[in-house]
């Protein structure tokens, strides 16, 4: 009995017409025999969470620095946090779950040690520079497993690569910034209900802002706790775009606004301001001169993550992968190993 035809078969028989069927992927980088269990998305899933970046996430800066709290999110809880909001969604729109958790998953993988202070300083200073995305799609293309990467399905792929970025439209309408897929175009709407929600109650929890200060507006539009937040803006995703004739996502425009609202909000009162800035100043410095000590000295690197960077066409290209598939604290160790001076022992 190949239980993966009767998956596929209830696909065909039960979601929407516009959801994605694992029987008519698109394929994958390298053609491989399809699993008598699974279908093609639950196997990407699957790779996705086995692999060495996956696990790395725990260890990565969301908002705060290294946070010594237990409840702060990491990267890792972000994503989970993705995954739980994307597979609701597509559940209530009848479309493809476990492709939509295959994006979920994998969306942030390519994620640089402490956050987007990482990032930028690395799109600073990377020839070409250096996008996330981007890094996440080379990461399950090139470097895990050694370098034969995890051979993903297309769809698992363009979702990865355009989930959503900064300040981007939260309903994209140039052709070019939309998944293919109507999954991976909720993973981005997903990505940005859990940030704007979790970010703002970490940032409450971290004495940044009071709760009376958010905007009066967005508490009165999508509710005045994350629950409710989430819950509004779920509902209110899910009803509008159900509504005949259903061609794609859709928010009602208050609610539309209000996320907005809320995301310039947070950028202006937690992402941009001294207290959380400043230590963010202090981690560029930290990734640029890794940066630069690893191109003169390649060596340091063979003891480290070993993503299979001998894939790698340049030492620029090597010490960019390097760095960033580091966690904070690798980075904060490797630092230390060789920049700060030991104190010397005499017996």
């Known amino acids: ?21 694992s029987s008519a992927s698109r394929g994958r980088l390298r053609p491989e025999e399809a699993c008598p269990i699974r279908t093609a998305f639950q196997r990407d899933r699957d790779r996705i969470i086995h692999s060495k970046a996956f696990r790395r996430l ?114 994209p309408e140039k052709s070019s910034e939309k998944p293919l ?50 819950n509004t803006m779920v509902q209110d995703l899910v009803y509008h775009s159900l509504e005949e004739p259903f061609s794609g996502l859709a928010l009602g425009e208050e609610v539309l606004q209000a996320m907005v609202h809320l995301r310039e909000f947070l950028y202006e009162r937690v992402y941009e301001i001294g207290r959380v800035h ?15 000590a690893l191109l003169t000295k390649p060596v340091l690197m063979e003891t480290g993550l070993g993503m299979g960077a001998e894939q790698s066409e340049t030492i620029a290209q090597k010490v960019t992968d390097f760095i960033a598939g580091m966690t904070d604290r690798y980075a904060l160790s490797l630092y230390e190993k060789i920049f700060l001076p030991k104190p010397w022992a005499v017996l």
């Open 58 to 171: 725990k260890h990565k800066t969301q908002v705060f620095l290294a946070p010594t709290g237990d409840h702060y999110r990491t990267r890792l809880t972000h994503t989970l946090e993705v995954s739980q909001i994307a597979r609701t969604i597509a559940r209530a729109l009848s479309l493809n779950e476990d492709l939509t958790e295959a994006i979920a998953l994998g969306h942030d993988l390519g994620h640089t040690p402490f956050g987007h202070a990482g990032e930028e300083v690395l799109n600073q200073i990377v020839p070409g520079g250096f996008v996330h995305h981007v890094q996440s799609l080379r990461i399950v293309d090139h470097l895990e497993k050694g370098g034969q990467g995890l051979n993903l399905t297309l769809e698992v792929r363009d979702g990865i690569l355009k989930h959503s970025k900064g300040k981007g439209d939260i309903l």
């Open 1 to 21: 009995m190949d239980i993966r035809v009767t998956i596929e078969k209830k696909e065909q028989d039960q979601l929407s017409p516009l959801a994605a069927r």
């Open 278 to 292: 400043e230590d963010f100043i202090k981690a560029r410095k930290i990734i640029s001169e890794l940066y630069q």
């Open 181 to 230: 897929t109507l999954e991976g175009q909720v993973v981005r709407v997903a990505d940005i209900i859990a940030y704007i929600c979790h970010d703002l109650d970490d940032a409450i929890r971290g004495g940044l802002i009071a709760e009376e200060e958010i905007p009066p507006f967005c508490l009165k539009v999508l509710g005045d706790r994350s629950s409710q937040r989430i």
